[in-house]
């Protein structure tokens, strides 16, 4: 009953204790959420600069009174927040995690790297929609809006975008992990170790007489 009572106790501590720091750790995993959401939370966190290319819209669009607070607290104190490209914009986030910039999300939607290593914030700034224009007078107009029309309800116009439009990047993704020999061998480690060490005490007990016990003699 001995052997029985400690084995059973050192494979119950070795268990234990190899879980115990197993849900320790799991609990230690810091997210990868953003930790802001719009520019408001941006400028009031004061630790990230905010990157724009340098003579586009959006240049004139932070110059806006309406946005110009979010200019002078995000843009123009840094010398690196006005960019000349997309790739320089990508290559500073890349090098600086506090450095953020406003991109298009049909680039961001179709780069492989931009839509597997950057997250996007919930706010969107500028809305483009696409034009044709006709000249003031055109005979064409009725006929192209007819026309138009009847693709868009028959459904080939969103046919033909499925077909040419680029598809969006996938990424792969493991957030599900099949169950294998991989996952459950360290568990069997863990077992087989506590019934050595049990084995280990049990083989001690039976070469190292027990001093404890008291001696018995026979009467006479």
Same mark, same amino acid.
């Given at each position: 009953? #001995?052997?029985?009572?400690?084995?059973? +106790?050192?494979?119950?501590?070795?268990?234990?204790?190899?879980?115990?720091? =197993?849900?320790?750790?799991?609990?230690?995993?810091?997210? /990868?959420? !953003?930790?802001?959401?719009?520019? =408001?939370?941006?400028?009031?966190?004061? @630790?990230? &600069?905010?990157?724009?290319?340098?003579?586009?819209?959006?240049?004139? +669009?932070?110059?806006?009174?309406?946005?110009?607070?979010?200019? $002078?607290?995000?843009?123009?104190?840094?010398? /690196?927040?006005? %960019? $000349?490209?997309?790739? *320089?914009?990508?290559?500073?986030?890349?090098? /600086?995690?506090?450095?953020?910039?406003?991109?298009?999300? *049909?680039?961001? #939607?179709?780069?492989? !790297?931009?839509?597997?290593?950057?997250?996007?914030?919930?706010?969107?700034?500028?809305?483009?929609?696409?034009?044709?224009?006709?000249? #003031?007078?055109?005979?064409?107009?009725?006929?192209?809006?007819?026309?138009?029309?009847?693709?868009?309800?028959?459904? !080939?116009?969103?046919?033909?975008? =499925?077909?040419? +439009?680029?598809?969006?990047?996938?990424?792969? @993704?493991?957030?599900?992990?099949?169950?294998?020999?991989?996952?459950?061998?360290?568990?069997?480690?863990?077992?087989?170790?506590?019934?050595?060490?049990?084995?280990?005490?049990? %083989?001690?007990? #039976?070469?190292?007489? @027990? &001093? =404890?016990?008291?001696?018995?003699?026979?009467?006479?």
């Amino acid at each position: 009953m #001995r052997a029985v009572f400690w084995i059973l +106790y050192v494979l119950g501590v070795v268990v234990v204790a190899a879980y115990s720091a =197993t849900l320790v750790s799991f609990l230690t995993v810091a997210g /990868d959420d !953003l930790p802001f959401d719009s520019l =408001t939370d941006l400028q009031r966190i004061k @630790s990230h &600069r905010l990157g724009i290319l340098k003579g586009s819209v959006l240049e004139e +669009y932070f110059k806006n009174p309406n946005f110009r607070d979010y200019w $002078r607290a995000l843009i123009e104190p840094h010398p /690196d927040t006005l %960019a $000349r490209s997309y790739s *320089e914009l990508r290559y500073n986030a890349e090098q /600086d995690p506090s450095y953020v910039y406003v991109g298009s999300y *049909e680039i961001q #939607r179709l780069d492989p !790297l931009g839509a597997c290593t950057f997250k996007s914030a919930r706010q969107h700034l500028l809305y483009n929609d696409g034009s044709l224009g006709w000249p #003031r007078g055109s005979p064409y107009v009725q006929l192209f809006d007819h026309y138009i029309n009847k693709f868009r309800e028959s459904g !080939l116009l969103r046919k033909l975008m =499925t077909v040419w +439009y680029p598809k969006p990047y996938s990424c792969p @993704s493991d957030s599900v992990i099949p169950l294998g020999f991989t996952q459950v061998f360290t568990a069997f480690v863990i077992l087989g170790v506590g019934a050595l060490f049990s084995l280990l005490f049990l %083989a001690i007990e #039976r070469v190292v007489p @027990s &001093r =404890t016990q008291p001696n018995t003699y026979q009467a006479k």
